[in-house]
């Protein structure tokens, strides 16, 4: 992989982990566009390392808040009924679907489901039902009134993104709006929800190429590189997003979703890309 390669693979990493357009999936189709190499989900998995740092630090505050009540809660009872000890335990139980899921299909998930029929197939299907949880999802709940049936649903739909082209944040907010949160609380706990899953996930690819057990598609520099460039991007994407949620539906990202899949399809199909 080249350094402009991984600059234009950093910026892209950063720009779709959050919105609900699917990155690995994007991670796929630029480089298919641009007649350049799959990079391979082991990339894909540490260049996120970025992006969660992303949500770490916008959410800092947040999280600190939310681990100390956490970890209170193990010793004291009463804590459990507070929304920051609430939340953590919500995020532990949301993270045991892909958790399990991940495991038992890694060898699928690293090589047939990076198929372009499938990312594009996806991409349409996740898109039309991100439109009808739109269309039902009453949106009258806050973060504050998410219980354990909207940890656990969140995170069996955040196990369905372990297929490219599904998107974890749009797979999230989606079960996050049929669960009946309004946008913004679909969105900040989608973003919540998927630090373990992908942070874990980052730190056991990026040990595998490090010792040399992945294929080494890129040099560890320009791996660093799209890392860091994923962290800025996708920083201001978390900024953007939330903000735009407040007034706005996801309407063009279905729409997005919806056109990017078609034109997939229609390329794949026709032999211009594969």
């Known amino acids: 992989m080249s350094t402009l390669e991984a600059i234009v693979l ?5 720009l779709t982990e959050f919105l609900p357009i699917s990155s690995t999936g994007h991670l796929r189709i630029v480089p298919a566009f641009m007649g350049w190499e ?3 989900a082991a990339f ?3 260049t996120q390392l970025g992006t969660m740092a992303a949500v770490l630090l916008y959410f800092r505050q947040d999280l600190q808040r939310i681990a100390r009540a956490w970890l ?11 929304l920051d000890a609430r939340i953590g335990w919500y995020i532990v139980l949301g993270t045991i679907p892909i958790g399990i899921f991940g495991l038992l299909f890694k060898d699928q998930i690293e090589t047939g489901a990076r198929d372009l029929y499938l990312i594009g197939t996806a991409l349409i299907v996740l898109g039309l039902v991100l439109l009808l949880a739109e269309k039902v999802g009453k949106r009258t709940r806050h973060i504050e009134d998410i219980d354990a049936r909207d940890g656990f649903t969140i995170g069996f739909a955040q196990a369905l ?8 944040s749009g797979a999230t907010i989606t079960a996050g709006l049929f669960m009946g949160l309004d946008r913004t609380a679909a969105a900040r706990f989608s973003f919540l929800l998927s630090i373990p899953a ?3 996930s980052g730190l056991l690819e990026l040990g595998s190429i490090l010792s040399g ?16 460039l994923a962290f800025v991007v ?9 903000r735009y949620l407040e007034h706005h539906s996801t309407i063009v990202f279905v729409v997005y979703r919806v056109a990017l899949g078609a034109l997939v399809l229609v390329l794949v199909g026709a032999g211009v890309i594969s």
């Open 10 to 14: 950093g910026i892209v990493q950063g």
């Open 38 to 40: 799959d990079p391979g």
């Open 44 to 46: 894909t998995a540490v």
């Open 72 to 82: 209170r809660s193990l010793r004291e009872r009463e804590v459990r009924r507070e």
């Open 161 to 168: 993104a372990l297929i490219p082209g599904v998107s974890r």
């Open 198 to 200: 992908v942070v874990l």
């Open 213 to 228: 057990e992945e294929g080494q598609h890129t040099s560890l520099f320009n791996l660093a590189l799209a890392t860091a």
């Open 234 to 242: 996708g920083y201001a994407s978390i900024a953007f997003l939330l």
